[in-house]
């Protein structure tokens, strides 16, 4: 959380929103702690699973054994001893398992860490054939077991786990933001771990967060949720939810993207096939105006091809861009009116292949980047006006700021160039806001070379011993020092229904022209939603003639004369 521009904390505990309350890194208090009842208790606690005895007197036969990675760790105390062994693997994807015996002779408490490239790892568990499991606990609700032989949930099948997008918004208009989150689907056996998972939809309260989403309909079924966004796509002033489920990798590789309607009641339809947009793929999408009628248009980007899905009151008519040469998969789209036509352009950038999509009257062509001065790759990419002169320049990572030219050409600065990550799990990723409201953008970045779970998965144990040593993972603000030219922020505050404005368009004209952005541009967040400030440069101008407002019903509010190098927030007349 920014604290007064000046530094950063980490508030997701505090404000209720761990990844998981039972399996988060900073240290909860042991949820034993509040059980009295004689028993073995099996859970999951602070990344580690729990075997703990507390109050048996029949002790003859409860042991039993675990199958755990390799890898993982054990360490024991009281009265509990465990043997261990190794064998070759049981079930595909795993290299090594080792089997841990244990027997239980009085109280006592066996913790098993586990390595952070399984967390889809189902530990198993066979207890004696006379072990009484009416006195055996286990997950998170502390359940008996139905059977000597059961297996716990992997570590991210729990609520509140494999978090992907999320997306902000005042869903309940009491002036406070909510946030809806994108769960994956556990490697694509979320239908098997939890058939009646959920999406969150995190409410702010008081006292933190409260999810409602088992409340209002929103069902996985066995979406594989990777990005997330708010769009009212049928102009109904109620803010709907569109899910990308693709997950590229067997098993469920593709599974139809989600369009949630929200109705008047709050709660959400699935209405993806009927308004033809439950795309299968893994991809990317952005949700902007392309043809200026005031409804939300959806483009859409995977590896095989670009599409663009025009919205006609509120069914979309599916156009294919062209395909996707190098079959590549999207890193970032980022949109903006870069060349000052009245109408926004999207750059979709990728490791192999970035491409410009110029706006023309309403449909979108393509453009090789290079031809203009573009790089044709990045990991990440975002248009920012970055010295404020009115002209929007285009940054990228690795490398670094392209600054725009008078003719609608870029130039390669030496500003902000890094070296890029080289595994296939290492990323880059960035976005821009001004940190400490000085009337310029700043730069957050992460960047990491640590290998994901997946691919180490893949390796040998002492090539990820090795490999780690030399990872690097940062997260880095890089703060503008700014200049003299002038500018101009805004921040829309719409009807209740849909707060933030997502939809809205500004024009702000002075003498040297008029600039347009679109609501929710500003987003560089990796696969998320919640940046609706716009952010103006306004160069030498000394006065701005009137801000224009579309908002998202269509309805129009101009401001004229107003005053520039400020904050304005905008309220719906």
């Not at 992907?164 to 769960?183: L, Q, S």
């Not at 949630?260 to 993806?272: K, L, P």
Request: net charge negative; hydrophobic share 35%; with cysteine.
């Amino acid at each position: 959380m920014n604290q007064q521009g000046e530094d950063f904390k980490d508030g997701i505990t505090e404000l209720g929103l761990p990844q998981n309350y039972e399996a988060t890194y900073s240290p909860v208090p042991d949820p034993l702690l509040n059980k009295t009842e004689p028993g073995l208790y099996i859970y999951w606690h602070n990344y580690e699973l729990i075997v703990a005895s507390q109050g048996l007197t029949n002790l003859e036969n409860m042991r039993g054994l675990i199958i755990v990675p390799l890898l993982a760790t054990s360490t024991e105390s009281g009265e509990i001893s465990t043997k261990i062994d190794k064998k070759p693997a049981l079930s595909a994807g795993i290299d090594k398992v080792q089997v841990a015996k244990f027997k239980v002779k009085g109280d006592g408490r066996l913790s098993i860490k586990f390595p952070a490239f399984y967390p889809f790892f189902q530990p198993l568990f066979k207890l004696n054939t006379g072990a009484d499991i009416t006195h055996v606990y286990i997950g998170s609700r502390f359940e008996s077991p139905t059977s000597v032989d059961f297996a716990l949930p992997p570590i991210y099948a729990l609520p509140y786990m494999d978090r992907h997008g999320m997306a902000w918004n005042d869903y309940n208009n009491d002036g406070n933001m909510d946030v809806a989150i994108a769960r994956a689907g556990m490697q694509g056996k979320i239908s098997e771990f939890d058939p009646d998972a959920k999406d969150e939809l995190m409410l702010q309260t008081s006292s933190g967060f409260e999810d409602i989403g088992g409340n209002v309909d929103l069902d996985k079924e066995g979406c594989a949720s990777r990005q997330v966004a708010w769009v009212d796509f049928d102009r109904d002033n109620l803010l709907d939810l569109y899910i990308m489920c693709g997950r590229h990798l067997p098993p469920n590789s593709i599974y139809p993207n989600q369009l949630y309607r929200q109705t008047a009641e709050g709660r959400f339809v699935n209405v993806s096939a009927e308004k033809n947009v439950n795309i299968p793929e893994m991809g990317w999408f952005a949700w902007l105006d392309i043809d200026n009628d005031m409804d939300m248009d959806l483009f859409w980007a995977d590896e095989i091809s670009f599409w663009l899905y025009r919205n006609e009151s509120g069914t979309f008519i599916a156009e294919k861009l062209g395909e996707n040469k190098r079959k590549s998969l999207v890193n970032q789209l980022t949109i903006a009116d870069y060349d000052g036509d009245g109408d926004l352009d999207l750059f979709s950038a990728s490791r192999k292949q970035s491409i410009l999509f110029t706006n023309v009257q309403g449909k979108l062509e393509r453009v090789d980047p290079e031809l203009i001065g573009l790089p044709d790759r990045a990991f990440a990419a975002n248009w920012v006006d970055y010295d404020n002169d009115g002209l929007i320049d285009l940054h990228t990572l690795r490398y670094g700021m392209y600054r725009q030219l008078s003719n609608h050409t870029f130039e390669k600065i030496n500003l902000l160039e890094v070296s890029a990550p080289n595994t296939f799990g290492g990323y880059a990723y960035c976005t821009w806001f001004d940190a400490d409201n000085d009337g310029d953008r700043d730069l957050l970045m992460g960047k990491s070379e640590e290998m994901s779970w997946w691919e180490k998965r893949q390796r040998k144990a002492q090539d990820i011993a090795e490999l780690t040593k030399y990872s690097k993972s940062k997260v880095l603000l890089y703060r503008n020092l700014g200049n003299n030219n002038h500018w101009l922020q805004i921040e829309l505050k719409g009807s209740p229904g849909n707060s933030v404005a997502i939809g809205a368009k500004v024009k702000v004209t002075t003498a040297n022209g008029t600039q347009l952005q679109q609501v929710g541009q500003s987003e560089g967040a990796w696969r998320s939603q919640g940046h609706y400030r716009l952010y103006f440069g306004l160069g030498k101008q000394e006065a701005i003639h009137s801000i224009q407002v579309t908002w998202p019903d269509g309805k129009v509010q101009e401001i004229l004369n107003p005053d520039l190098d400020r904050l304005l927030i905008i309220e719906q007349a």
